[in-house]
């Protein structure tokens, strides 16, 4: 993946993080997902006071991309925090696994102007998905 599309991606998650509802945790998150046909789909947590309500930024991404028809994907970039990147929590890991390919680029960064950036693959952070099985 190119430095320039990974910026792109960069930017479009941090904007969508300005779009947040998070008044409880006070912890804004936005993600940009990058389709397998080069599409992006962003999206920002959103919280609840029932707290298992809330929705995550990565699953509100995926979640507008398969609305719009799109259910394969190469790169996800999640942006929150301040001076650590953000990871994914495991109901997110798992979502991303059921549209993802194990080698799909997962890039996080932190702060409000994203210096600290790390990646990995969702394998690393996933590494035993949980897949239904039919007989």
């Known amino acids: 993946m190119q430095t320039q599309q990974i910026q792109s991606l960069i ?5 969508a993080r300005r779009q947040a509802y998070a ?4 912890f804004n998150v936005g993600a940009a997902l990058l389709t397998s046909t080069g599409r992006i789909f ?13 929705l995550c930024a990565e699953r509100a991404a ?6 719009a028809g799109y259910q394969q994907f190469k ?15 495991g109901a997110c890991l798992q979502v991303l696994a059921e549209f993802c390919r194990p080698d799909c680029l997962i890039i996080l960064a932190a702060g409000a102007r994203p210096a600290a950036i790390q990646t990995c693959r969702l394998k690393d952070l996933l590494p035993k998905t949980f897949k239904l099985t039919r007989k």
Do not use: L
Request: with cysteine.
């Open 62 to 67: 995926v979640a507008a991309a398969v609305s």
């Open 11 to 15: 930017r479009k998650a941090a904007s």
């Open 42 to 54: 962003s999206g920002c947590n959103v919280e609840n006071a029932s707290y298992g309500m809330t």
């Open 23 to 26: 008044p409880y945790s006070k």
């Open 75 to 89: 790169a996800i970039v999640i942006v929150g925090g301040r001076r650590t990147p953000p990871y994914p929590c």
